[in-house]
C-alpha cells in the first residue's frame, strides 16, 4: 500500500529526506556469499555527480556511504543490507520561502493536499533528486551480483535538449567515452555540443531536459514474469521512479508505431550455435520476457523545475496568485547525473527478475 | 514472484489461455456496495472488438461473460469477483507447425527457453492477445467504480502508422465519434485515413501500429503514491502488460526532452476558486501524484507479429534456419481492439490506487 | 491489502460463496512440467467428507472439481490453475431468519458491521467452512508437487472433546487407519470412542471440538524464510485462515513452557551420516527453518458453532435481544473434515516456501 | 520471497545483527500528522530489559534510539521512519567456538545448511533474540497510533515454567503490577514465585519458559480482513516471528477443543446499546475479524536454548559428535523481556489492519 520499496526477490526500501540526516536505503534479498564491501557501493556513488561545477547544482555532497549490516567477513550473509549516505551541505532557509508558494513542475502542490500539510517542504523534502544517491548505491550492489552472472548493465546520455546519438553506440565507446565528460555521452563531439547548451540553459535562468539509453548484455533468455511482471513492465515502473522521468520505451519504442510488421519484426537466424535476431527493434523483450539480445531501453527526463526565471504560481495558504524564481542551488540539466540512477535501477530491477526467475541462486558458491 | 495479478488493494487475477476453454479474471478488493450486474461487464465487452470485419481477424468470439461469485442482491459484497470469457472459435490446427517453429516478434522463442517447452503454445497460450478480454472486463469493474467517485477514463487512438491527431481532442469528439469507426479514432476524417491504411497493409500480407492516447478526468490531486507506487510508475507497469506495448509517455512525454524548463513547466494560477495549471505538459503528474488536471498518457503499440510475408526464423528443435509466413487468423492492426484495453487498465490502476490513497472507501454508502 | 490470497511464489486465490454457484481457487506460481490431471485433485476432495451421514451435516455436494487454465498435455505450463467446485445442494432459504438475528460463534456480526450490510449472508457466504473445498482442491496441487520432490504431508484427528492420541502416532497407522473412519483417527480404538462423543453432541443439539496434528516428512534443511516468513509463522497464518481454528502449536508447542532447557533443547547426534536431534519438541522447526527432522503441528478447532441448543442473542436491525436454536443443517463436530484442509493447507505453505527457497525449480525436469 | 518485512499497510522492516553496528528498522506506512519524537521510542525501549541484574543476560546494552527519517516538526511526515538502536556490549568472541559446533536449540544448525556457511553466527547474528529490541522500537510507534485512536494494547507473563494466572487479570492489575516486578507479572504474589523458579533455574545452568498473555481493548469491530489476512492468522504470523515462541492461541485457544459448542458460544446480549457478548472465549475474533470485545492471546515461549548444562552435539564441518555448555551471557528465561516484545508486535500488527481496514486514516487531523 505504501511504497518506498521495490521488488519481490531483491527489495530495495528507500528512506531518508533531502534536508534530513541522511538518505538511505535496504536491500532485502541480496543472496549470502556476494562478495561485498563498502568501497564498491563508495566508487558508484562518486561517478554520481560530475565534477564540473558549471554544470551541476552548487550543493556540494561528499555523498560517503555507511553500510550498517549483512555483511560479514566481506561478503553478504543473506540479511539486509543497510546503507546511509549522509547530508552535510543543506540549506534549508532557502526553502523556506516555499513553504506556502508551489514551484512549477516539482511536487510541492499534490504533496501538500496529500499530506495535509505535514510533509517536510525542505528542498523537496522525500520527493527530491537527492533520493538517487540511495538509489545509486542499491544499484551497485544489483550491478555486483549481476556481474558474476556476467551481466552487464551500461547507461549513457543519448540525447539533451534535441541534440542526440544518431545510432547506439558501440560498446567500447560507452565503456571509455561516456565518464569521461560532464555529459556522461559516448560521443565526445556531441558531448561538447549538450554542454554548451546546458550552459547557455543556466547562463538564461532556464534548463534542458533529455534521454538516457540504457543497454543490458548477456542476459539469459526469459528473464522476466508474464503477465504483469514483465521485464518491460517492471523496468518501467521503476524508472518512473526516478523524479522527472516523464517517458520509458524499448528498442524501436514509439518510433515502432511507423514501421510495419515487416519492417519491425526481427528476423530469427544462428549465429554460432545460438538463435539470434538479425535486428533489435524489440529492444531485447519479447512477451515480457527477454530474448537474449541486448536490452536497450530509453528514459525521457523533463528540464528540471527549478528555474530562475520568473513564473506565475499560487501561495496556496491564502489562495492567491504569485510570481516566483525559484532561488537556491539548481541543476540546469539533471540528464548526467541520471545516467548512474537509471543504470542502477535497471540493475536492481534484473536483480530482482533473475533471482525470482532462479537465474540467480539464493546462496552463491563459495 | 508469480506474476498473474496486478494491484495491492484493488487485485486483478488474470487466468486462462488463448485456446483453453476460458479467459478470466478474479478482481480482489472492489468495495462492498457498488451496484453492478453482469450486464455492466458485457456491454463493455461487446465494444472491444469492431464490428467492421474487415479490420480485425477472423476469429469471432462472441465474448459472453459469466460472474461466479461476489455479487449479492445486485451489489458487490466486498467478496472475490470471478468472471469468465468463454473461447469458443478455437483453431488450434494453425498452431501444429508452430511448435517448434518461432514466430517473430512473437514470444515464442522466450517461452519455449522459459518453460522448458511445457507452455503452450495454441495461439500464443497464455501469452496472447486474447487475455485482453480479461482485462477489459476487470476494468469494465473499475471504470463502475471509479465513475460512482465522478473519474472518468476515456481512451482513442491517436495515431496509426503515423497518421496522427494533432492535439489533444475534445472531450465531447471523444466520447460521440470514437466508436463511431472502427478505428476508434475521435476525429472521423483521420479515421478514414488510418482505415485505408490498415486496409493496404492486410492487403500486402503486413501490419502496422499506432497510438493509444488516454485521458483521465476529475481525478482527485493526490492519487498516486511515491516514491514507486506513484500514479505513473503504476500506470506504465500495468500498460507495459498489455501485449505488443513498446512505449509509455506522459503529459509532453518524449517531447518534453527538447523543451526549456520556462517552456515545459506548468505554472499554477487559481479559476474558479481552485488551483489549476495554465498548461498540462505535466499530463497531470507531478512527483508521481494526481495534480488534479486531466491524466494524459500515451501508449506506443508495435505492429503485429503475424503477417503473411515470409520471414526468417529457426526450428529451435532442429536448430536450424527455416522460413515462414504466419498462417492463421490475424489482425493487421492491434491499434482499435486496444483501445478499451488501455481504458480498462488505466481505470484498474486507478481504481487501485484511490482506493490505497483512501479515497475510496472499502464499503459504499447505500 | 484484501486478502483472498495466500502465499508469494505459490499464490493461492480463492473465491465464491457458500451459497453462489461455486467455490472456487486460482493457483498462480505452480512451476511448469508438473504432472497433474483433473482426477488427481478429484481424488482429494472425495476423501473430504466422511462417508458415515451419521456425522456431517445433511448437505450434500458432489464436490466434483472443474479446471480451466494452466494445463497442457497433462502438464502444468506455469500458467495460473484455476478450478471450480460446484455448489449444488444449497437451501439458502434456511438462512432467510438469520439476516439480522446473528449467530452466536460466527462471523455473522463483525461480518455484517464491517461490510454494511452488503455481505452475502446466506451459509456464511464467504465465511463459511465450505472455502474449504477450494482449499483441499489446490492443497491437492501443492501435495503432488511436494511428492515429486519426496516430501509428503499427513494430519490426522489428535483428539476430539478431550479424548486424545498419547503418542504421536507411526507414520505407517496414520497411513492405514486414518481414512478407515469417520473420525479421521489413526486409532481406530479411539476413533470408536470419538464418534460416540460426535453422536451424542448430535442428539443433544450440541457440538464438540478438537485438535488436528499435522506432520511433513522428509522437508530439506532450511525451508522457511526468517525473520518473518518463518515456517511457523507462515503456516500458523494460514492455518488461522480455516474456519474455527483457535490455537496453533509446534512441536512440544504450550508444553515447552513447562519443560527446563535442558528437557526441551533436542540435542544432536550422527546417524547414517546425517545430523539427527535426539527428540522432536521443535517439532522440526528452529529459527523458522525446518531442520530435516519431521514438521509437527496442532491445530485446535473449536466445536461448530451451529448448535439446535437455544442460545441469547441480538436482533441487529432492530437492536433488540432476541433467543435462537439454529436451524439448517450442521456438522456436529467438524474436526474429521479439517483432517485434510490441514493437510492441504500445509501442503500449500511448504509448496510456497521450498518454491521462495529454490528448493523447488520452476521448471520441472521433463 | 525474502522476509524481514512485515505488514503491508503499516510496513516493517528489520535489519541489523547481534553483534554487528546496529539493529534497526524502518517503517513505512506510518500515517502523517501523529505527534512523535525520539523519547517516544526510547520510553518503550527503556522498559525492554528488567533492571534486575538476577534474572537477564549480563549484556548490558543502553539501547539508545536515534531517528534517521520521517519526522518533521515533531510530527510525522508520511515518509518512512528509520531507527537504530546501537550494539554496545558485544562480546563476539564467546562465539568463536561456535562456528562449527550447532547449539541444540538455537537456529544454528539449520542456518548453516541454508547459507552456505556464510551466515554471521556472532550471538546468533540475525537470528538473536537481540532482534525485538527493533521490535519493541516500531512497536512503540504503532502504540502511539493506536492510542490516537483510543486503542491500547497490554501484555503481561502469564505463566513462567507452569505457575500461572488462574483468571484473566483486571486491567487495572495489569497496568499497575507488571512492570513493578522483574517478571513483568500483573499478580506480584505469584511473580515472586516465577521469581524463585527463574533464579533456581539459573543456578542450576538451566532455563525455564512461560506464556505471555496480550489484550488490545477498544478495538472497533471489524478489524482484521477475511480469507487469509485475518486478525488471528496476521497476529499469529507476527508471533511467531518472535524467536522462542511454539504456540499462539486465541481466546480459549487449545481449551475449546475441551468445550461444548453450547459452552464455548459466546452469547449475544446489549449492554448501554451496544452489542456485546456475555462471554468472551473467542478472544474477541470471529471469522478473522474483531468482535468489539477485548482481544485476547496467549503466546507460548520455551525455556531458552542456551543453557550451561552439558548437551550432545555436532561438529557439523568435522561431522563427528561433541559435547556442549553454553557459555557466554544467556538468559534464564526469556519471557519477562518478551511481555514488551508481544505487545509491541501485536500493535504493529493491529495498526497494519486497522489502516488497511479504513479504521486509521493517511493522514490525521491537525
Known amino acids: 500500500m505504501w511504497s518506498n520499496s521495490i521488488g519481490k526477490a531483491f527489495v530495495v526500501t528507500c528512506f531518508g529526506e533531502s534536508h534530513g540526516p541522511v538518505v538511505g536505503v535496504t536491500v532485502d534479498g541480496c543472496p549470502a556469499g556476494l562478495s561485498l564491501i563498502v568501497d564498491d557501493i563508495q566508487r558508484a556513488l562518486d561517478t554520481r555527480i560530475p565534477q564540473e561545477k558549471d554544470v551541476v547544482s552548487a550543493r556540494r555532497e561528499p555523498d560517503a556511504v555507511e553500510l550498517f549490516s549483512g555483511v560479514f567477513q566481506d561478503h553478504t550473509t543473506g540479511a539486509p543490507l543497510t546503507l546511509h549516505v549522509r547530508n552535510k551541505d543543506v540549506k534549508s532557509s532557502d526553502y523556506d520561502s516555499l513553504k506556502d508558494v508551489v514551484r512549477p513542475g516539482h511536487a510541492d502542490y499534490p504533496a501538500k493536499v496529500k499530506y495535509g ?157 545460438k538463435v539470434v535476431t538479425l535486428t533489435n527493434n524489440s529492444g531485447g523483450v519479447l512477451g515480457g520476457m527477454s530474448t537474449g539480445m541486448p536490452l536497450l531501453l530509453r528514459v525521457a527526463f523533463k528540464p528540471p523545475s527549478s528555474i530562475a526565471k520568473e513564473q506565475r504560481t499560487v501561495n496556496v495558504s491564502q489562495m492567491e496568485e504569485a510570481k516566483l524564481g525559484v532561488k537556491g542551488r539548481h541543476d540546469p540539466c539533471i540528464v548526467p547525473k541520471a545516467v548512474p540512477v537509471v543504470q542502477g535501477m535497471v540493475a536492481i530491477g534484473l536483480a530482482d527478475l533473475m533471482i525470482r526467475g532462479g537465474m540467480i541462486p539464493r546462496v552463491l558458491k563459495s
Chains 1, 2, 3, 4 share one sequence.
Do not use: W
Open 117 to 273: 500539510g505535514f510533509s517536510d517542504y525542505r528542498g523537496g523534502g522525500r520527493l527530491s533528486g537527492r533520493m538517487t544517491a540511495a538509489f545509486v548505491a542499491a544499484g551497485a550492489i544489483a550491478q555486483k551480483l549481476l556481474s558474476t552472472f556476467g551481466v552487464e548493465v551500461l547507461a549513457y546520455t543519448q540525447a539533451i535538449d534535441g541534440v542526440q546519438l544518431e545510432n547506439t553506440p558501440s560498446i567500447e565507446a560507452v565503456k571509455k567515452v561516456t565518464y569521461e565528460n560532464s555529459m556522461r555521452c559516448p560521443d565526445s563531439f556531441l558531448a561538447e555540443k549538450m554542454h554548451r547548451i546546458v550552459i547557455s540553459a543556466k547562463t538564461h535562468g532556464d534548463s534542458v531536459g533529455g534521454v538516457v539509453e540504457c543497454t543490458a548484455l548477456n542476459l539469459p533468455v526469459g528473464v522476466g514474469e508474464p503477465l504483469f511482471d514483465a521485464i518491460d513492465s517492471e523496468l518501467a515502473k521503476i524508472l518512473f521512479g526516478i523524479p522527472a522521468v516523464k517517458g520509458v520505451e524499448f528498442g524501436a519504442g514509439f518510433q515502432a508505431t511507423r514501421l510495419k510488421g515487416s519492417e519491425n519484426n526481427d528476423q530469427y537466424a544462428i549465429k554460432e550455435g
